[in-house]
Nanobody
Framework: QIHLVESGGDLVQPGGSLRLSCAVS????????IAWFRQAPGKEREGVACLSGAGGTGAANFYADSVKGRFTGARGNATNTLYLHMDNLKPEDTAVYYCSMGCIIEAGILTPRFQKYWGRGTQVTVSS
C-alpha cells in the first residue's frame, strides 16, 4: 500500500534552512511526480513544489512563486526518498508540510484538490 512519511520539520530562525524528507513506500517514487504542499493555520492547503517523475511528460520541476529561488526539491531514488531543501526561511513559511503522489497543475497553480495519497505532515515553524 502507498505510504508517505514526512520528517525534518523544526523550529528555525528567519533566514535559516531546513531539509524536509518524504519517505515513500508502495511505489517507486522515481516514476511519479511528487508534490509538496503546506498548510498554515486558518489557510487552505497550498502547493509548494512538484518534483517531476520519469513517467510523466513534464519538462521541469514546479515551484510556487512564493518559494521559488528559496526551496529546492531533490530525489534520493536509491532510498525512495524525496527532499525539499528550504533556504532563507521566512515567518510566512510556517506551516505543516505534506508530500503527496502526483502533481496537478492548473493555470500555473499546483492544486491539492485531486490528491489521493498524503503523508501526515511535518511542522515547520519560522520564528525568532
Amino acid at each position: 500500500q502507498i505510504h508517505l512519511v514526512e520528517s525534518g520539520g523544526d523550529l528555525v530562525q528567519p533566514g535559516g534552512s531546513l531539509r524536509l524528507s518524504c519517505a515513500v513506500s508502495g511505489f517507486t517514487s522515481e516514476t511519479y511526480s511528487i508534490a509538496w504542499f503546506r498548510q498554515a493555520p486558518g489557510k487552505e492547503r497550498e502547493g509548494v513544489a512538484c518534483l517531476s517523475g520519469a513517467g510523466g511528460t513534464g519538462a521541469a520541476n514546479f515551484y510556487a512563486d512564493s518559494v521559488k529561488g528559496r526551496f529546492t526539491g531533490a530525489r534520493g531514488n536509491a532510498t525512495n526518498t524525496l527532499y525539499l531543501h528550504m533556504d532563507n526561511l521566512k515567518p510566512e513559511d510556517t506551516a505543516v508540510y505534506y508530500c503527496s503522489m502526483g502533481c496537478i497543475i492548473e493555470a500555473g497553480i499546483l492544486t491539492p484538490r485531486f490528491q489521493k495519497y498524503w503523508g501526515r505532515g511535518t511542522q515547520v515553524t519560522v520564528s525568532s
